[in-house]
Structure formats: structure tokens, C-alpha cells
């Protein structure tokens, strides 16, 4: 039962435009939501998060909304930059789950110079 | 302040062997959790030490274990390796829940 899901494989775009990428859950009692940034070989690096008593996080170049009723967060970044380019995972816990996160299987973004 | 730091960063074992893996979380961060990632089944989580006690655990069978110290650095065992347990292990602190974790590196484990 795969309760986060990122739908798009691969997102391309150029350099300048927005990127925006989708996560949708299925489970209810999650409450907090976080994307990450992700190179082969290494962690994932902690990009920005947002409370389920929110619907919008900026963060420079970084936007999550979240829209609860959906059950649906996206990421945008403003304006792309080749060195975006990266496996995103987003990532949610609930407060029953303590720390454990669960993620999705992640969008390969390319941005082309 | 340091990062997540994570040892040995490669690894190579038989089947049947065992392993350890370290992790030692940011300063101050109590709460530590681990991952697996493989290509098939993106990133799992394992378990979830907090104050030296197992608070979460995943759905892997018994061969994978850990533990938590007193400084919260966090050692995780995986017994009687199997050749699907190659992946990239994962560790991640936090202050508490419901703030962001940070990764360290990960241990790239290869089973033979």
C-alpha cells in the first residue's frame, strides 16, 4: 500500500521556468510534509516542509502547497536552475508514527541550461 | 556544526555474514532513524531510536536490529545477509518529531 505517491517519474524543464512537482497521500493522520533533494550516492538533503495547519511554505526559491481536502502537496521552484536538476522525494509523518517518514518514490528533475 | 556522519561508507560482505553500520546524529539531536533504499523499493524505513529506546519500527524481519547509546550515536545489525539486503543504508536525525530529519551520507552495502 503505497501511501505517498509521486505519479511523474521525470519532470524536464528549462532553465528560468518554474519546476513543479506532485505528491499525493492517502493516509489522513499524516500532518507534517517535507521534500528533499536527493544526487546518487548521497542522503537526501532537507529542502523545506510544511504543517498540515498550513497550505503554503516559501523558502527562497522553494513554494510547498499542500491542499488537505485533496490529499495533495506540490513543490514549486522559482526560477530553475541547472543545478536543481535532481531525484525530489517527498516525504510525510503522522503523529502517531513518531519520527518515521514515509516516502515517495521520488520525480528525477532535469533543468536544461 | 557537523552533519550526520555515517561509517564505513562502503561495504562488501558475503551471504550469511553479518554487519554493523554507525551513525552518529547532529549534536543534540536525540531522535535517530534509519532507511534503506534500493531501486525496487525506493527509500524504507527501518527503525527509530529515541533516548536509547527502539520507538518505531518497519516492516523488515529480524535479521535487521539496532541500537541507541547514550550520546545517541546509533549502531543498526543486519544478521545472516542476503543478497537483497544490497542497498544504500540511510541514517537521519532530528530534534523531535515533527521537525525536519537530516540524512548523513549512507553505507553502501554490497552482498556477494
Known amino acids: 500500500d503505497q501511501q505517498v505517491k509521486q505519479n511523474s517519474p521525470s519532470l524536464s524543464v528549462q532553465e528560468g521556468r518554474i519546476s513543479i512537482l506532485n505528491c499525493d497521500y492517502t493516509n489522513s493522520m499524516f500532518d507534517y510534509f517535507l521534500w528533499y533533494k536527493k544526487y546518487p550516492a548521497e542522503g537526501p538533503t532537507f529542502l523545506i516542509s510544511i504543517s498540515s495547519i498550513k497550505d503554503k511554505n516559501e523558502d527562497g526559491r522553494f513554494t510547498v502547497f499542500l491542499n488537505k481536502s485533496a490529499k495533495h502537496l506540490s513543490l514549486h521552484i522559482v526560477p530553475s536552475q541547472p543545478g536543481d536538476s535532481a531525484v525530489y522525494f517527498c516525504?510525510?509523518?503522522?503523529?502517531?508514527?513518531?519520527?518515521?517518514?514515509?516516502f515517495g518514490e521520488g520525480t528525477q528533475l532535469t533543468v536544461n541550461p | 556544526k557537523a552533519g550526520v556522519t555515517q561509517t564505513p561508507r562502503y561495504l562488501i560482505k558475503t551471504r550469511g555474514q553479518q554487519v554493523t553500520l554507525s551513525c552518529s546524529p547532529i549534536s543534540g539531536h536525540r531522535s535517530v532513524s534509519w532507511y534503506q533504499q534500493t531501486p525496487g523499493q525506493g527509500l524504507q524505513f527501518l527503525f527509530e531510536?529515541?533516548?536509547?529506546?527502539?520507538?518505531n519500527k518497519g516492516n523488515f524481519p529480524g535479521r535487521f536490529s539496532g541500537r541507541q547509546f547514550s550520546n545517541s550515536r546509533s549502531e543498526m545489525n543486519v544478521s545472516t545477509l542476503e543478497l537483497g539486503d544490497s542497498a544504500l543504508y540511510l541514517c537521519?536525525?532530528?530534534?523531535?518529531?515533527?521537525?525536519?530529519?537530516?540524512f548523513g551520507p549512507g553505507t553502501r552495502l554490497t552482498v556477494l
Open positions: 537521519a536525525s532530528s530534534l523531535a518529531r515533527g521537525v525536519e530529519q537530516f
Open positions: 516525504a510525510a509523518s503522522g503523529e502517531t508514527s513518531g519520527s518515521r517518514l514515509t
Open positions: 531510536y529515541f533516548s536509547e529506546t527502539q520507538r
